[in-house]
């Protein structure tokens, strides 16, 4: 029979990498059941930790690696994002951005957590140059890339505009992924009953999966989101983050079930 893990093992599992991982595991060790305090302090994520798991939204075939590399701004990026609560398997996202373990655990109404007016940023050059290059050269995966590093940067109406572009063209195999950024998009952006609908449209994949959880249980759903987070338990290797951010969405939904 196997143990849920405790949200303090989850935790160390999610936000532990780099430099800090000793530290971090340590104090996730004395974080407890209940009480948690925050582990934002002192957290630095490695960009290229950061780009390999952002990039699993693309699945297991080493094929669709082909031709991506790893832009040259990323690592600013990277720096000057804040932590988030309910974050989408999606490019361009990684788990070790949800690091606010104590007030997920301590809030008693999740959605109360997500943002209802997103503040709309620009994508900083050097990376829109990279963005544009990509999508000029009408390729897959490197223009969904670009859209999604629009979305990471809350350049949302160029992300609209790339994905909007991409729509009517873009090969029968990308299409779930493009309908998977299409809701992230509309769920970063705030609109988050339609990013839910969406999401529960699209064929079974690990990242829909994983976002019909998150999205249930952010908008109170719980045992909908258990039995996302259950069905895709086994589906997700172990050695990634976005396992274990998948086990910590389940442990906090089977807290409010």
Known sequence: MSIQPSIAELTSKVVSWGEDAEMLATAADALGQVEPHEMTVGLRTDPRTAWTQSMEALGTDSE????VVL???WGRL???LESVAALPFALGNYPQRV????TLVQTEDLKSLLASDPIIDETPKALADWCRKQVDADKMPQALIAAALHRVSRNYP???????DLAPKVPFEWLTMLENERATLLWERGLHAAAKTLWDSLPDTNPV???RGMASLF??????AIAHFRKLADQLPEASAWHHLASL????????A
């Open 64 to 67: 669709k690696l082909k031709g």
């Open 71 to 73: 832009p040259g701004e």
């Open 78 to 80: 990277v720096v000057r």
């Open 99 to 102: 690091r606010e373990l104590g």
């Open 158 to 164: 160029m992300a609209e505009r790339v994905l909007g």
């Open 209 to 211: 999966i994983f976002n």
């Open 219 to 224: 908008l109170g759903e719980s045992q909908m």
């Open 249 to 256: 969405y389940l442990a906090l939904a089977e807290m409010r």
